[in-house]
């Protein structure tokens, strides 16, 4: 007796559905976001940390809805996956937290002060100049951690957190008088004995009748807005290093810091500061100098020099000489006005003096000048980039290096960078999708289904689909042209992150691009010419200002953990949420396992529960389930329907196809036949009950599932059309009456249809596996229909194939008859 | 050579628009995290050109935007919106703004937009100067 007929969807299947679609919908996020933040990283955009931390935010929420919804639609098979992403995302957070600045050495010699020690970039540039022999007056660095152990000693922490909590960020004022509370307290409080200690002993081993204090910020370049404003105190007796030292580590609570840490929730540990105490250098000549013109980028060292103590041109009370070397040359020298000198003072700190009228003020000679820009160039060499130099002549003429950074250069060329168009060059293809930007030249090798492997190293592989497995050979490849796919498929996302250029959605690629031909493929413009252009492939100038941010070095961290694709080959050992090592590698199992999951809860579904009948010409007993959007709202409370209620996309296709073959009857048998059938029913456990089993179509407005038994044999056909990228057809058919040869010579026929469609196939025995995805819905409406006719056209086909040779007539047949056997 | 006045409240964004207007130009860059500092900036003068950033906490940019029209008629304020707050950007240019752009930015769009402001700042300038001389040459 059947089961009474509800209207409404199991609710298990529907809510599996919901998951499913859910999941496609966070698969799609993910990736649009992956394109954007591989976009933003490698085009020269200028974004901060709150871009970084807002995209890894969204991305991480849209992950875990991912792994949320495969968990629930596999029963929590995949509950491993939730495992995975949680060490992902503790990664991804470790990266963006702000150096926790660790216990390490207080104080060290400027000689083996080195990076990551938490001492600041000017005491590890110095620290580094002097490893490498250049001269750099003696001294050392105090760390920042010897700050931090400084307040957290003392109670300052406590003091300062209270203040900043005081402020009113509305009023400059109140930052201002926060600020000068800090500030007295901080030089009201003594160092902890160990530091005072051990700043003592450094200095009295300096042996320095006088010393230089001066901030080594750890973020001092970063933070322009903070940079400059630090203190630093010349001249300083040693007995008076440790208030200096406090003096200089006031200098940093200015209402601008204040307002950063009061507004950005970060601690004022993250500004905190390294001290440099160097040998003070009465210097008889001071200044800069830069290694190249920072106005043009051309090559020549610029001196600016003034008589006494550098601070007098930095502080703008002296106009300095300024030399030009080029090449070895003195090309120009242009005398300063240098009437206010800055001088050491007898009892300490810098006396300013006006000269005297008349008073000549010496200038460095053109042979201390061109030895400088020798010094200064040697310095360059060592860092790789043009530096800016402070320098010091000593009263006995020795120089000295006091601090180098990188030199800022204005750029000529304003724009983003292009390539020149190519003029005059055969284009073979234009206006192709830009899914990895560059450009890159290779023999064409369009790829038919011949194994990875056999692909060419250094080839231009042109495929029809952008399915993620070609990722196995992004190392290889030079440039990749796909006739189907996007930006947003996980293929591009692999192709960007390993930097080969790629077009996508060229429309015949495999016949305009000739097999073995040279081609470069433009992924600037979107174009593809014949031979090889070598104007477009000169390698980019890459943007040195915008890869030093912060921003962007955080971005290509973040990076590494989120979209190298490891998990390439679904049927490969590794694709398995243990092997998940970044966000992409999830979302593409995710992805793969949510489609079979989904087809296996819809072949579970066979109670008849919710299922309406489904009246045609066709004599099939076809029950429908309707998951949403499947049928046409005039036939939510009929339980029977007709064709003309179905509102599914695929379904209607599929539909299209069975009806326009038709019902044909059993087929002509031959003596041999019905033997096959016999001997075949004969193997059959319960003949009878297969007879009488339902066909089942799980439908939606986007969805089918179609399990049916056409005589003997099972077929499912499972589909989704919804975004084109996440859109697919697959089939599943094996069995038969006939004898095993005959079942065999038939799915031999369907495999040949279905791969000429573009299907990919899967042959074993008489079971037929057949996928098609990533292209255009109207091309998978088409290729439903076809197979709902094939699918017609092939029942009890297999009890007639009594000859090899049958498999390429029958192929020939269906072709040419326009998808019908006219047998 | 122009002066420019860059206000907002992430660092990491002050450094770089110095650090690319500087290289990119010769226009020199001062700059701010704190906008009520940027407003004091202002005042005394000198810029011919405020960047500023809409969200900012204790004083947004719109709110800069305000005061600093309200001390100079023909200021040019550019501002720079976070992502899909295009309605603030709107109000933004409702109340004089020069121009706004969009985080995160192309460097070129930025150098773009300052050019176009230069541009402008200089074209009343010689503005003004004729007028000034016409008025001179009349009386």
């Not at chain 1, 020269?44 to 792994?67: K, N, P």
């Not at chain 1, 209607?652 to 075949?680: E, I, N, Q, T």
């Amino acid at each position: 007796m059947r089961k009474a007929v509800r209207l409404e969807a199991p609710t298990g299947l529907l809510e599996r559905y919901r998951q499913y679609k859910r999941l496609l919908g966070a698969n799609s996020a993910i990736l649009t976001i992956l394109a954007d933040l591989q976009t933003k990283k490698s085009e020269g955009f200028l974004f901060d940390m709150a871009y970084v931390r807002a995209a890894v935010q969204r991305l991480g929420e849209e992950v875990a809805i991912l792994v949320q919804s495969l968990i629930s639609l596999s029963d929590g098979r995949f509950v491993d996956l939730e495992t995975a992403r949680q060490e992902i995302a503790a990664r991804l957070e470790r990266e963006l937290a702000p150096p926790e600045i660790t216990p390490g050495p207080l104080a060290l010699p400027l000689e083996e002060v080195g990076s990551g020690q938490f001492f600041g970039g000017k005491a590890e540039k110095l620290g580094e100049l002097t490893r490498r022999g250049f001269a750099v007056p003696p001294g050392f660095g105090a760390s920042a951690y010897a700050q931090k152990l400084f307040f957290e000693t003392s109670g300052l922490e406590t003091f300062i957190r209270e203040a900043i909590s005081r402020t009113d960020i509305r009023d400059l004022e109140s930052l201002r008088l926060a600020g000068q509370a800090i500030r007295d307290r901080l030089l009201a409080t003594p160092l902890p004995p160990e530091l005072s200690r051990t700043l003592g002993e450094h200095t009295a081993r300096l042996g320095a009748d006088r010393v230089a204090v001066r901030s080594s910020g750890l973020q001092e370049d970063g933070l322009v807005s903070f940079a400059g404003q630090f203190e630093s105190v010349l001249n300083v007796p040693p007995h008076q290093v440790e208030e200096r030292y406090k003096e200089v580590l006031a200098s940093q609570f200015t209402p601008r810091a204040l307002y950063y840490c009061h507004t950005s929730g970060f601690s004022y540990q993250e500004l905190a500061m390294g001290v440099l105490v160097m040998t003070m250098v009465e210097s008889r000549f001071a200044g800069v100098m830069y290694t190249a013109d920072p106005r043009t980028g051309e090559e020549a060292v610029i001196v600016n020099a003034v008589f006494g103590l550098g601070t007098a041109a930095v502080g703008g009370d002296a106009t300095p000489d300024v030399f030009r070397v080029e090449d070895g040359l003195l090309v120009l020298r242009r005398p300063g006005d240098k009437t206010r000198l800055h001088l050491c003072a007898a009892e300490g700190g810098v006396v300013e003096r006006q000269a005297a009228e008349g008073e000549a003020i010496p200038s460095p000679d053109d042979a201390a000048v061109l030895e400088l820009a020798a010094l200064g160039q040697a310095v360059a060499a060592h860092f790789g980039v043009p530096q800016d130099i402070a320098w010091a002549i000593s009263p006995q003429g020795r120089l000295l290096l006091l601090q180098a950074r990188p030199l800022h250069v204005v750029r000529k060329e304003k724009g983003d960078y292009r390539p020149p168009r190519v003029k005059g060059a055969a284009i073979l293809v234009e206006n192709g999708v830009i899914a990895s930007r560059g450009a890159a030249a290779g023999p064409v090798f369009v790829h038919l289904g011949q194994a990875l492997e056999s692909i060419p190293p250094g080839a231009v592989l042109v495929i029809q689909r952008a399915a993620p497995e070609y990722g196995l050979v992004a190392g290889r490849v030079a440039a990749v042209v796909s006739e189907g796919g996007s930006a947003t498929t996980h293929l591009a996302t692999v192709l960007r992150e390993a930097e080969v250029p790629a077009l996508f959605g060229v429309k015949d690629a495999a016949r305009l691009l000739p097999a073995g031909e040279m081609v470069t493929v433009d992924a600037y413009y979107g174009n593809i010419y014949r031979g090889r252009q070598e104007e477009l492939l000169k390698p980019p100038p890459g943007d040195a200002i915008v890869r030093q941010s912060r921003a962007y070095q955080a971005l290509e961290r973040v990076l590494r953990h989120i979209t190298p694709l490891n998990l390439l080959d679904p049927r490969g050992k590794n694709f398995h949420p243990h092997y998940c090592r970044t966000y992409h590698d999830i979302t593409r199992f995710a992805h793969e396992k949510a489609m079979t999951e989904l087809f296996q809860v819809s072949q579970a579904t066979r109670d008849g529960e919710g299922a309406r009948q489904l009246k045609s010409e066709l004599p099939l007993e076809i029950l429908v389930v309707d998951l949403g959007g499947g049928l046409v709202p005039e036939a939510a409370y009929q339980a029977v329907i007709t064709p003309a209620d179905l509102a599914s996309r695929p379904m209607l296709a599929y539909w299209r196809g069975m009806s326009a073959v038709g019902w044909k009857g059993p087929r002509p048998l031959d003596l041999a036949g019905f033997m096959s059938v016999v001997m075949g029913a004969a193997s059959d456990t319960n003949p009878m009950d297969r007879l009488q089993e339902h066909n089942y179509a799980i439908i939606a407005g986007d969805y089918l599932n179609f399990s049916s038994r056409l005589g003997y044999h099972f077929t499912t056909v499972d589909a989704y059309f919804g975004a084109p990228e996440e859109s697919y057809i697959t089939l599943t058919f094996y069995g038969g009456g006939a004898d095993l040869t005959r079942r065999i010579r038939r799915v031999q026929f369907m495999a040949r249809v279905l791969a000429h469609l573009e299907f990919r196939v899967e042959l074993k025995g008489d079971s037929l596996t057949v996928r098609l995805d990533r292209c255009d819905l109207n091309i998978l409406e088409e290729r439903l229909e076809i197979l709902g006719r094939l699918i017609m056209a092939c029942k009890q086909l297999d009890v007639t194939m009594d000859r090899d040779s049958l498999v390429d007539l029958y192929y020939q047949e269906f072709l040419s008859s326009g998808y019908n056997l006219n047998l | 050579m122009g002066r420019i006045l860059a206000v907002d409240d992430e660092l990491d964004m002050l450094t770089l628009l110095k650090m690319i207007i500087e290289s990119y130009t010769e226009h020199r860059v001062e700059v701010t995290n704190n906008p009520l500092e940027a407003v004091e900036m202002v005042g005394q003068g000198g810029y011919d050109l405020v960047l500023t950033d809409l969200k900012m906490p204790g004083m947004d940019g719109i709110e800069v935007l305000e005061r600093v029209k309200k001390m100079d008629e023909d200021a040019l304020v550019m501002v720079i919106t976070a992502y899909g707050s295009l309605e603030s950007a709107e109000e933004a240019m409702a109340k004089g703004a020069f121009d706004f752009i969009t985080k995160p930015f192309r460097k070129e769009q930025i150098l773009l937009g300052i050019d176009k402001a230069m541009r402008w700042r200089e074209m009343v300038r010689q503005n003004r100067e004729m007028k000034r001389r016409l008025e001179g040459a009349s009386e």
